[in-house]
């Protein structure tokens, strides 16, 4: 059984960084033809792909995002992260990091594992 955990601060400032880790136990990130993925749900609001990353390290992001999203990977350890630059109050949301098959995952059905999803808040 695939888990994933993210982790990192819950609450930022404006014009900081948010670094984000998705712990990934049974299963390897290097391993099959799957894109790890970060997700986000502002209050209110649908899905928000992000990006994501293959066991190659081929990284995609979303056109709206990339100015400000690095993804990259830690093979040892089994992760992979999310750094968002420069946030503000709209980056408010529940993020989450999951595997699927495709690039591109906005929808529930298109990851077939998830994590929990961590509360990220900007506030001043």
């Known amino acids: 059984q695939v888990q994933l955990q993210e982790s990192g601060p819950g609450l930022l400032k404006p014009s900081q960084t948010l670094s984000l880790t998705c712990t990934v136990s049974?299963?390897?990130?290097?391993?099959?033809?799957?894109?790890w993925s970060w997700i986000r749900q502002p209050p209110g609001k649908g899905l928000e792909w992000m990006g994501a990353?293959?066991?190659?390290?081929?990284?995609y992001y979303n056109p709206s995002l990339k100015r400000r999203t690095s993804i990259s990977r830690d093979t040892s350890k089994n992760q992979f992260t999310l750094q968002l630059n420069s946030v503000t109050p709209e980056d408010t949301a529940v993020y989450y990091c999951?595997?699927?098959?495709?690039?591109?995952?906005?929808?529930?059905?298109?990851?077939?594992?998830w994590g929990q999803g961590t509360q990220v808040t900007v506030s001043s």
């Open positions: 999951a595997r699927g098959e495709s690039v591109v995952i906005d929808t529930r059905n298109e990851g077939d594992y």
């Open positions: 049974g299963g390897s990130i290097s391993a099959g033809g799957y894109y």
């Open positions: 990353i293959t066991r190659s390290g081929s990284i």
